[in-house]
């Protein structure tokens, strides 16, 4: 399989298209909203219906003030106890989430990976990544290169770990723990490896 570096996948993210590259749960398939008009281009690649929302990466907890709204203290704790880490905080989406990436609710889910090389792509990027699990929709979402499916493969570019097979999962990892915070206190809406 044909791989590319961190610099030739931020060039393609900056063009508006998507990239497949790992986190710390399973390999991502991503594209930069400072770039692309809206997700569609996920979805078409995942062949998944539209309208299901598509969390974000970010660099640090401080996205929670850039792109979220009337965030409450308790999530930002959760950040602090768990970020870099495997989960997602669901947030008010502030006035600077374009409307196509935020849900019907008005909301947008961010997280912070602990995985070097989607750090390193968010660093060079310095805005975030739209991210969704890298895999044909009702496939099995994979933590190893080896195990992307090809006719995924066959459409999109793919960044390997910079430092070798050392950051690639276990076959059993799975996604991120997903977790509502736009109510009075924490609702749990896919649990991931992090238990709260």
């Not at 610099?7 to 393609?12: D, I, P, R, V, W």
């Not at 950040?79 to 989960?87: R, V």
Request: hydrophobic share 45%; charged share 20%.
């Amino acid at each position: 399989m044909d791989s590319i570096s961190l610099e030739e996948a931020a060039a393609l993210l900056r063009q508006g298209r998507p990239v497949v590259f790992p986190t710390d749960t399973v390999y991502g398939l991503g594209l930069s909203p400072a770039f692309a008009a809206s997700p569609e281009a996920l979805f078409r690649l995942k062949r998944r219906d539209e309208g299901k929302p598509v969390a974000w990466l970010v660099a640090g907890p401080e996205a929670l003030d850039e792109w979220g709204a009337d965030v409450p203290g308790w999530a930002r704790q959760l950040a602090k106890a768990h970020w870099p880490g495997a989960l997602t905080l669901v947030v008010r989406a502030s006035d600077r989430v374009p409307a196509a990436f935020a849900s019907e609710q008005g909301t947008i889910g961010l997280r912070m990976p602990a995985s070097p090389t989607a750090l390193a792509l968010l660093d060079v990027l310095r805005v975030p990544l739209a991210t969704t699990s890298a895999n044909i929709s009702g496939g099995p979402a994979v933590s190893r290169a080896a195990d992307l499916d090809s006719r995924l493969l066959a459409a999109v570019s793919l960044l390997l770990p910079f430092d070798g097979e050392g950051e690639e999962g276990a076959p059993d990892a799975v996604a991120s723990t997903v977790v509502d915070c736009t109510g009075d206190g924490p609702v749990v809406l896919r649990q991931g490896p992090v238990r709260l």
